[in-house]
């Protein structure tokens, strides 16, 4: 069975300093992996996505993940984190069946400090 | 461009009132589509699926049921809400067929009282 976790229910910051979320995934095909910001009150907004191809996939705000297989790894980071981007992340893999389905991590709160 | 809508924003209703949340997708066809809860400070929980019209999937039991009546239009209904149905919940749309990325809605908050 697939599932994905994320270590780190919150991650604080401050601005200006390199932005690590971690995510590793269990998955006995290779997977389609997607990252997703939420802030307050707010939907779930794609940031970036990973089906084949080149492993390290760039998106939006400056994001950018690296699919490494061997470490069944999909960690997100930002070179320099900005205020804005205080929100929570969710990584999800996609259930490599006739399903449709994600299967999303617990998410991890980023706390950017000034 | 493809669009998403949910309404309402905000709800607050009484124990034992009916419910009915709608979600309509806009430019592009037999979309699958999805409703989410979110708990507070919790995941997101799938609750129903749907991969075209009057075709349900449910995820867990529940006082929750869901419909499509036309290809793009996606209702979550209740006939009578729990205080444990209080919670964020978000629709969502995926192309048909695909193990492509999912697109959210804004959400509903919904509060029970």
């Known amino acids: 069975a697939q599932s994905v976790t994320q270590l780190g229910s919150h991650v604080s910051v401050s601005e200006g300093a390199l932005v690590l979320l971690r995510c590793n995934y269990s998955s006995s095909v290779p997977p389609y992996l997607f990252w997703y910001v939420q802030y307050p009150n707010q939907g779930l907004q794609l940031l970036l996505k990973?089906?084949?191809?080149?492993?390290l996939v760039k998106g939006i705000n400056g994001f950018e993940a690296e699919f490494k297989k061997s470490e069944t790894s999909f960690h997100l980071t930002k070179p320099s984190a900005h205020m804005s981007d205080a929100a929570e992340y969710f990584c999800?893999?996609?259930?490599?069946?006739?399903?449709?389905?994600?299967?999303f991590g617990s998410g991890t709160r980023l706390l950017v400090r000034p | 461009s493809q669009t998403i809508h949910q309404w309402p924003a905000t709800l607050v209703q009484p124990v034992g009132s009916p419910l009915s949340l709608e979600c309509t997708v806009e430019?592009?066809?037999?979309?699958?589509l999805y409703w989410y809860r979110q708990a507070a400070g919790r995941g997101l929980q799938l609750l129903f699926y749907?991969?075209?019209?009057?075709?349900i999937s449910s995820e867990v039991p529940q006082n929750l049921s869901a419909s499509r009546p036309q290809d793009r239009q996606f209702i979550l209904s209740s006939k009578k809400l729990l205080l444990s149905d209080s919670g964020f919940y978000l629709c969502a749309w995926s192309v048909h067929g695909g193990l492509e990325a999912q697109h959210f809605g804004d959400g509903t908050r919904l509060s029970i009282l």
């Open positions: 999800a893999v996609s259930r490599m069946d006739s399903s449709y389905k994600l299967i």
């Open positions: 430019g592009t066809s037999n979309p699958n």
């Open positions: 990973y089906t084949t191809g080149a492993t």
């Open positions: 749907s991969v075209g019209i009057g075709q």
